[in-house]
């Protein structure tokens, strides 16, 4: 009873931790372009396809904060996931449950029986003819029992993705480094794939788009996203002409980028 009872606790005080805190990461990319908590903290469920959520939340002007993944056997608290979106100061956390598994097992639960307690009374007459009378106590030896009881554990995976809307960008776009079949495509291996472009941004206005190749920024060459970030950062502020590939054409595109 007392094993149990230990198991009971155990399983209560395990449902008391907050699993989106325990496993969250921190992004360290957030911060400079953050801007202050709205004070609330916006929860969602993702439509089935979470990396075009999340795009899609980048594309909107939020940064990613950080995450939480993890695979548990109890239903997870969307309050706790709120309650921890503004703990960190999360504008908006997105987030995703399945992959359900059950297993079944059985759990032995064993049980101690005490021994019971005998009293004998005793009376009689001494060989000088005196009586006397009393009790004594006995007592036997413990048992124990055990029991089986069916376990039924339900498992899925759960993952959130946590948001702070930024300031307006320089340029609004994400890229990153060209695949072997890009470079193949585009003829070149100088250049940076645009993956995501932030809407409202100088990148959105000036008809950039997502696949777009970009090879050059005021004639420096773009060969690695390394490079091209570097050179953004240098022309803040300033008009860039950035030259760009898309479907086998070379575009030229005039952009005024924000301070």
């Known amino acids: 009873m007392r094993i149990l009872l230990f198991l009971v606790t155990a399983l209560f005080l395990s449902g008391c931790q907050n699993s989106w805190e325990q496993f969250y990461t921190p992004s360290t990319d957030v911060s400079p372009n953050a801007l202050p908590y709205s004070g609330a903290t ?5 439509s089935g396809n979470p990396d075009n959520d999340v795009k899609e939340c980048l594309r909107n002007g939020y940064g990613i904060m950080g995450s939480a993944s993890f695979n548990s056997g109890k239903n997870e608290n969307i309050d706790q996931l709120k309650s921890f979106g503004e703990k960190i100061g999360a504008d908006l956390a997105i987030y995703f449950s399945g992959n359900e598994k059950t297993t079944q097992s059985a759990m032995v639960v064993p049980e101690y029986h005490p021994g019971q307690n005998q009293t004998t009374f005793m009376n009689g007459y001494s060989s000088n003819g005196s009586s006397f009378y009393g009790t004594a106590n006995s007592y036997s030896s413990g048992t124990y029992t055990s029991s089986v009881v069916p376990v039924t554990i339900t498992r899925r995976d759960y993952s959130a993705v946590f948001f702070r809307k930024l300031s307006p960008p320089s340029i609004g776009i994400f890229y990153a480094n060209l695949s072997q079949e890009q470079i193949k ?75």
């Open 42 to 46: 916006k929860c969602f469920s993702t």
């Open 185 to 259: 495509q585009a003829g070149t291996n100088s250049g940076v794939c645009v993956t995501i472009v932030r809407r409202d941004s100088p990148a959105f206005l000036a008809d950039i788009f997502e696949g777009d190749i970009i090879t050059e920024v005021d004639d420096e060459k773009t060969s690695s996203d390394t490079v091209a970030r570097s050179i953004f950062r240098r022309k803040k502020g300033c008009k860039v002409a950035v030259t760009i590939l898309r479907n086998g054409s070379v575009i030229k595109k005039v952009l005024q980028l924000n301070p």
